[in-house]
């Protein structure tokens, strides 16, 4: 049956060399950065790699590995517990908790480690009540955990991090039959045994996914690591080129952590090896909650509850009030309106192009598939492996050489030289962001289109209509609901982007995450509380918009 699809698709689908060729270089200026970046980084002199091998590579790659594991530990626990729970189980509070565990994606991670620096530090509000109802002197006379630590970084950026395995597992759970389970409970499985043996190991697939997304995420980190004192491959990066003004050592730093990057990438392909399941369309009934009694019900509670104050209440909460308390509302400064002018423009720019690209690339996967297609959409979508530090500093070389071009040409008609037009400007910005977030975009167009029958093409075309008027016509209104999906990701994605924003935004030029930034830099990260709260409160009408589709989609039950 699908291979009789196939053939037929071949037929109907042609070949077009532009439709090709487009796809080849979108994918080529993908790569280009990271072409780039090995070229750079091999080119330089050769001591540089003995003195990072000797004294900054060690150190660096086991501080890296350390809150990886640490972080792989946690957010799994936190993300399949959570979402056992709430799919497996009915308990006070679990219609609210299905939405709400979620909502720490709207948080970026750097905000949540300042604010547990204020709070926790010597000086904070927590360690100075232990010392008045102690009556302790110094903070030497008692102990207390330290945040800023190795294991501060991994419990915070968990407590931001575990959605990414929260969301892809519930809804694993969420779909899987209630026959099989059913099977296994008459067998005498135990409920521990129910997740153990049955449940997770179905579920796989999408953890695999969760969690590589969440260690991507925390190789990302720049804010939150640097201000925790931890010294990551990340932060190295960014101290050997600007602090050390050295970039061929930064670009040596950053081939190292792309190696573990692509680690990451084979760990999480290993993790869905020969595990493809899929739910019958004859097979409707899905798993039903089980009611939990006495006071068990309430420890679920506080399983869900806690992760969710923890990640979300408590730092949004602390926002709130710093606002209020330092009468950031009332004396609003000017200067923030134009930096959030400029996170707007340049998130809001790259999300259209995003899109643009996507939505093409997409159509010409579906209009004209062949090998070399499927290949480069691929190779467009490996943006969002890379991290920010590192696409920041491999796009560096080819974006100066473009300003080089354009001089060039400038000159060759008789003008003069216009400088660092795009690596000077925010275009340099938006060009990282479409990379990083392309393939949010390409990925919710190709589901998207996923969900439209073959057949509806055949109809357009039997009725005379062309490629172009299908894709506008038909495709463009059903693909609606997963373009707003998408531009919603992506637009909050780049709002909180740090890193990238950081190294390549021209001078006196500021928005949010580095405005933010630059207050924790100064140790008063406080008045930049209004600043992180706009931030957090975009982000928390997509994470919401996000979890309510997936209940669609799968057809969650979540009334009791």
Known sequence: MNSAIAAQSKRRLPRHPLATLFVVVIAAAALTPIFALFFFAFKSDTENWRHLLAYVLPYAVQQTLLLL?????????LGVGSAWLVTAF???????????????????????AYIYVALLDAAGPVQTSIRTWGHFATPRDYWFPEVKSLPGAIVVLSLVLYPYVYLPVRAMFATQSATLLEVARTLGASRWRL???????LARPALAVGLSLAL????????????????TLTISIYTTWLNRNSLPAAAQIACVMLI????????????????????????????????????????????????????????AGFLAYQTVLRGLLSGFDPELFTHFISSVVLAGSATAIALAIGLGLALVARFAPSRTVTTGL??????????????????????VGIDEMINWVSRLFGGKGVGLLVAGSGAAIVIAYVVRFLTIAIG?????????????????????????EVARVVHLPMLRPALGAAALLIFVDCLKELPATLLLRPLNVETLPTYIYQFATRGDF???????????????????????????????QTSN
């Open 216 to 231: 991507l995420e925390t190789l990302n980190d720049i804010g939150a690591s640097e201000y925790l004192g931890v010294q």
């Open 260 to 315: 573990v990057v692509a680690i990451l990438i084979a760990l999480e392909r290993y993790g869905r090896r020969k595990r493809r399941f899929a739910i019958s369309e004859r097979q409707t009934r899905i798993v039903a909650p089980i009611e939990i009694v006495g006071g068990r019900r309430w420890l679920a509670t506080l399983a869900c509850l806690l992760p969710v104050v923890f990640g979300f209440l408590l730092p």
């Open 195 to 201: 997740v153990r043996d049955v449940a997770l190991p």
């Open 69 to 77: 594991a640490g972080v792989a530990i946690i957010t799994t626990l």
């Open 526 to 556: 406080e008045e930049g509380a209004l600043a992180a709260l706009m931030i957090v409160a975009a982000g928390i009408y997509p994470v919401i918009r996000m979890t309510r589709l997936a209940d669609r989609s799968f057809g969650t």
């Open 378 to 399: 691929t190779l467009a979508g490996l943006g969002y492996a890379v991290p920010g530090t590192v696409l920041a500093l491999g796009l560096l070389s080819p974006l």
């Open 444 to 468: 919710s167009m190709q589901a998207g289109l996923g969900r439209i029958s073959p057949r509806v093409d055949d109809a357009a075309r039997t009725l005379g209509a062309g490629y172009p």
């Open 90 to 112: 009915r308990f006070p509070g679990r219609d609210i908790f299905n939405w709400l565990l979620a909502l720490p994606l709207a948080l970026p991670s750097y905000i949540v």
